[in-house]
């Protein structure tokens, strides 16, 4: 069956502009997750939802949002964009929840300039 | 109390040797420890996990070992080989609602031949 994918892969924005991250799940699969990895910090929890529902939110401040579709898709955004921000985003669904194995996307890389 | 500490940072092991990277926890609410291996340019994929009712799990060449009391699991990597290269994560989370996952900050592995 087909992963997870999410697009684009590659991003380049300027600072000060938005941008929108879409991440489409394993089919069936209903929790949807994104995460920010960068060197210095990590794989870093961004948010989770459940059937179009918020469940879980990192500590990331409010310029990064997302939501979830009645087809399980999901889309981030994050908003006036700051040179801190360039990282790889990843997305990762599971049946139920990252406790019961998420797989992830091959993510989207931005890069802010 | 959410932190995950993971070491070490980097690893060098000859073919057919053992891989051992280790983690450590401060939440005793965590339930559940998985561990994801990461390819360059792929999102992390899950290699096993285990939950606290058990001390050891293998699964192939791969094994974690859980110490409850010291609040710290391992995963061994036996018989390694170059094609185990990859940046290895560790991770917690608790099993009882939408519980994010907390990483480790990652150990990349590099098996020579």
Redesign the interface.
Same mark, same amino acid.
């Not at chain 2, 340019?41 to 899950?46: N, R, Y």
């Not at chain 2, 996952?101 to 990652?106: A, K």
């Given at each position: 069956k087909a992963g997870v994918t999410q697009t684009p892969r590659y991003l380049i924005k300027t600072r000060g502009q938005q941008v929108t991250l879409s991440c489409s799940p394993i089919s069936g699969h209903r929790s949807v997750s994104w995460y920010q990895q960068t060197p210095g910090q990590g794989l870093q929890f961004l948010f989770e939802y459940f059937s179009e529902t918020q469940r879980n939110k990192g500590n990331f401040p409010g310029r990064f949002s997302g939501r979830q579709f009645s087809n399980s898709r999901s889309e981030m955004n994050v908003s006036t964009l700051e040179l801190g921000d360039s990282a790889l985003y990843l997305c990762a669904s599971s049946l139920w929840g990252g406790n019961y194995g998420y797989t992830f996307g091959s993510g989207t890389r931005l890069t802010v300039v | 109390q959410q932190q995950v500490k993971q070491s070490p940072q980097s690893l060098i092991v000859q073919k057919g040797g053992i891989s051992i990277i280790n983690c450590a926890y401060e939440n005793t609410a965590f339930d559940?420890f998985?561990w994801?291996q990461q390819f360059p340019?792929?999102?992390? $994929?899950?290699l096993i996990?285990i939950r606290p009712d058990v001390s050891e799990k293998k699964e192939g060449r791969f094994t974690i070992s859980f110490n409850k009391s010291a609040k710290q699991f391992s995963l061994h990597i036996m018989d390694s080989q170059p094609g185990d290269s990859a940046t290895y994560?560790c991770a917690a989370?608790?099993?009882q609602g $939408?519980?994010?996952?907390?990483?480790?900050?990652?150990t990349r592995l590099t098996i020579n031949p």
């Open positions: - | 559940y998985p994801y340019g792929k999102g992390p $994929a899950l996990a994560f989370s608790r099993e $939408a519980q994010k996952l907390v990483f480790g900050q990652g």
